[in-house]
């Protein structure tokens, strides 16, 4: 099955009101102030995977130029809904990281939170979406990615124990109403993936969010 249609499928099932009840609002001001440090410098950013407008929204007010992409139709329509209601201008479009509707270098920064990569269930997929990211940027632009960091001992004796796919690093389970299956890459994993990408500079690691230790990409479109 493709990332596409899963992803599609859960976010169908559990609407913009689903995602938002898992929500803690603690956790969406600590990713605002994060998102606010990312795109410190850029002026055309990117939110990739941006659900219901959680992060796109806030950055907004700050007055640079949101977009925000998600291949959930529910829930860019319940994020420009939103956006009307905010009073603030973002633009809300449906469409899916593995093939951005944007012309090369049309953004400063891209931030992907929230685990959104998360939900490209191969390597293939990932590599490809890393590639849109690059192509979409500016020379000297950045991306950002974070998700759960599957490098702790009890993530991976649980991958050991009931992981599925090829190399057991999918993981599914219910949310709500819905089933949500996961990519769950280590800092190793994720590495070897930016490693193949059109991405020169970039560095994996992990961060301190809101509890945990979540596994990052920093990537960097050098200039020419
Ligand atoms: C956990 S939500 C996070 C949403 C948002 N980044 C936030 O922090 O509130 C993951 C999001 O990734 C989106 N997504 C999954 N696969 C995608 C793809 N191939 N292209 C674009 N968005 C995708 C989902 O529809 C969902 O909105």
């Not at 139709?73 to 990281?97: C, N, Y």
């Not at 089933?179 to 280590?186: A, M, P, W």
């Not at 690691?205 to 979540?214: S, T, V």
Request: proline share 3%.
């Amino acid at each position: 099955v493709r990332s596409e249609t899963l992803a599609k499928r859960f976010y169908r099932t559990i609407g913009a009101r689903g995602l938002q009840d898992i929500t803690l609002a603690e956790k969406t001001r600590a990713d605002v102030r994060l998102a606010k440090s990312l795109v410190t410098g850029g002026k055309r950013i990117l939110d990739l995977g941006c659900g219901y407008g959680r992060i796109a929204i806030p950055l907004a007010r700050g007055g640079p130029q949101i977009t925000g992409i998600d291949i959930a139709q529910e829930l860019i329509a319940a994020a420009k809904r939103a956006a009307r209601q905010a009073k603030v201008r973002v633009r809300f479009d449906v469409g899916s990281m593995l093939k951005l509707p944007y012309r090369d270098g049309s953004f400063d920064r891209v931030i992907c939170l929230w685990s959104s990569f998360s939900h490209l269930l191969n390597r293939r997929d990932q590599l490809t979406a890393i590639d849109e990211m690059h192509r979409v940027l500016a020379p000297g632009g950045v991306a950002y990615i974070e998700v759960v960091n599957a490098g702790t001992a009890a993530l991976k004796r649980r991958l050991e124990r009931a992981g599925l796919g090829p190399d057991k690093r999918l993981s599914r389970f219910a949310v709500g109403s819905g089933e949500i299956t996961i990519y769950n890459h280590d800092r190793n994993s994720l590495q070897s993936v930016v490693e193949r990408s059109d991405f020169k500079r970039f560095r994996v690691g992990l961060k301190n969010a809101f509890g945990h230790r979540r596994l990052t990409a920093w990537l960097c479109r050098e200039q020419p």
